[in-house]
């Protein structure tokens, strides 16, 4: 699954690249279908960006990786300390 999350991920990174951003997985969850990206560049400050994550980039990786259930993004779904405390 994680070699499908990656290949989804490559075919995701040209629009956003194409706005001037970017996205990187920063972990996968496999067993609870759960992964956590940051939105970098442009993306990162944009303030669509929570509906470029749910309507765009969430959709596309639940349609190509098996068994995904969640995107979340650092910055909208969580914080750098909410993540390395484990929440």
């Known amino acids: 699954m ?7 991920v490559e075919a995701i ?3 956003l690249q194409s706005d001037g951003g970017d996205m990187r997985v920063l ?4 067993e609870a279908g759960i992964v956590n ?7 990162g400050g944009c303030p669509m ?3 470029t994550l749910k309507a765009g980039i969430e959709r596309i990786l639940k349609d190509r990786v098996p ?3 969640e ?3 650092k910055g ?4 750098v300390d909410a993540m390395s405390e484990g929440h």
């Open 2 to 8: 994680q070699a499908a999350l990656l290949e989804a």
């Open 13 to 15: 990174r040209p629009a």
């Open 27 to 30: 972990d996968y969850d496999e």
């Open 37 to 43: 990206v940051e939105l970098l560049g442009a993306c």
């Open 49 to 51: 960006s929570s509906m």
């Open 67 to 69: 068994g995904l259930n």
């Open 71 to 73: 995107v979340r993004a």
């Open 76 to 79: 909208i779904d969580f914080d």
